[in-house]
């Protein structure tokens, strides 16, 4: 499938492209494969692959000699201090700090100034990711007072290439879009304390339950071949006994689950790929998370803000802590026509609205519609 950038390119209309995160997947994915260039953050260097060029451009192997994660050795934030010593424990400590986007952020100028973003009569594309904020969420979840200083720093830094961007461009010249991938569920122990719902279930308890379930219908054997976040795989080759089906053994054990306490909705294999489902927005929402080849053989979606043991919080629920997300148009009058909508939209509108705008083919895989309302 193509990206914006792809078909930016592919248009003849478009300049550059670059793409810059702390992510590797949340550099390449929006710039796309006909980028010139997409760097992520690694071991306190920025590295890229040679899909797009065999060495780094001198510009970025210059930017790594200043060595400016090291700057960051003994630092500190509201709780926790940076390793004393410049190296890997640094640079993984710094992933869920500012330090991180600033190194980002920092990447970013030195891409639109040394590739002279902006300058030219083509348009030009730079996809840029602050991805700390997501290694802070897990461990910590949205409301501490680290999350609080992460979110008023990302602001900062937003607004820092907002001005460069215009500064170089001019201003009226440049268009933002700002999203993000995902939401997050509150912490349970956080919930439970405002007397909200929430808790955390044991996912090896919920295996066992439905393996007993399954050898008391077919045997013995062991009947799961691998779990995810929300799924799991089924060994239907443990049942010996040709004349069961897979989609019994999968009722087998999806009865098994529901029987359990906080356990929402079960979906099987069979019943995802015939569609066999109500069709509330729940339901739509894990039929287009589902995947023939990787997805599980069971989908299992506990109560809200029911999570796996340990600590920490995570995404990948189809419920509105993790489906909501900000969604900003952002440019002069004449880019985009001013206006807040209550209405629904989605992240893949992103892709088809930017095509309109810019003149050039929709991606391939572009599955979103056109926000008619924002269009000058």
């Given at each position: 499938m ?27 994915l929006?710039?796309?494969r006909s980028?010139?260039g ?22 970025a ?9 090291d ?7 509201t709780?926790?201090?940076?390793p004393?010593?410049p190296?890997?424990?640094l ?15 920092d990447?970013?100028l ?17 996809a ?41 461009a ?29 808790g ?6 919920e295996?066992?339950v ?26 239907y ?24 306490p ?12 015939q ?12 039929i ?14 506990h109560?809200?803000?029911?999570l ?69």
């Open positions: 193509t990206t914006i950038g792809d078909e930016l390119k592919a248009s003849g209309k478009g300049g550059k492209v670059y793409g810059v995160s702390l992510k590797d997947r949340s550099a390449i929006p710039a796309g980028a010139d997409a760097f992520w953050l690694d071991n306190g260097r920025f590295v890229s692959s040679s899909w797009y060029f065999p060495a780094l451009p001198a510009w192997t210059a930017f790594n000699a200043q060595n400016r994660a700057s960051f050795a003994g630092a500190e934030l709780g926790r201090t940076m004393a010593t190296g890997p424990d640079y993984r400590a710094m992933d869920s700090t500012p330090f991180a986007d600033q190194l980002v952020l990447f970013a030195e891409i639109l100034k040394s590739e002279a973003l902006g300058t030219g009569n083509s348009t030009d594309l730079l840029v990711s602050f991805s700390a904020m997501d290694y802070l969420g897990h461990d910590s979840g949205p409301d501490t007072e680290q999350m609080h200083e992460m979110v008023l720093s990302v602001d900062a830094k937003i607004g820092t290439l907002l001005a460069a961007a215009e500064r170089q001019g201003r009226g010249k440049v268009l933002l879009v700002f999203t993000a991938d995902h939401g997050v569920a509150p912490v349970p122990e956080e919930n439970v304390a405002r007397q909200l719902p929430g955390r279930y044991n996912g090896e308890d295996r066992k439905v393996n007993q379930a399954m050898v008391a219908a077919y045997g013995a054997g062991e009947y799961f071949l691998a779990s995810g976040d929300i799924g799991y795989y089924l060994n080759s443990a049942v010996h006994n040709s004349a069961v089906t897979r989609e019994q053994i999968e009722t087998t054990a999806a009865e098994a689950l529901r029987r359990l906080h356990i929402a909705r079960v979906y099987t294999r069979t019943v995802l790929e569609g066999l489902v109500a069709g509330d927005s729940i339901d739509q929402r894990v287009n998370g589902f995947n023939r080849q990787e997805s599980g053989d069971l989908v299992v979606l109560d809200p803000n029911w796996g043991e340990g600590s920490g919080t995570t995404h990948g629920s189809p419920y509105s802590y993790d489906t909501h997300v900000p969604l900003i148009f952002w440019g002069a009058r004449g880019l985009v026509t001013p206006g807040v909508y209550s209405r629904y939209v989605g992240i893949g509108d992103i892709a088809p609205t930017l095509a309109s705008l810019l003149g050039v083919a929709q991606p391939s895989g572009a599955t979103g519609r056109v926000l008619q309302e924002l269009l000058p």
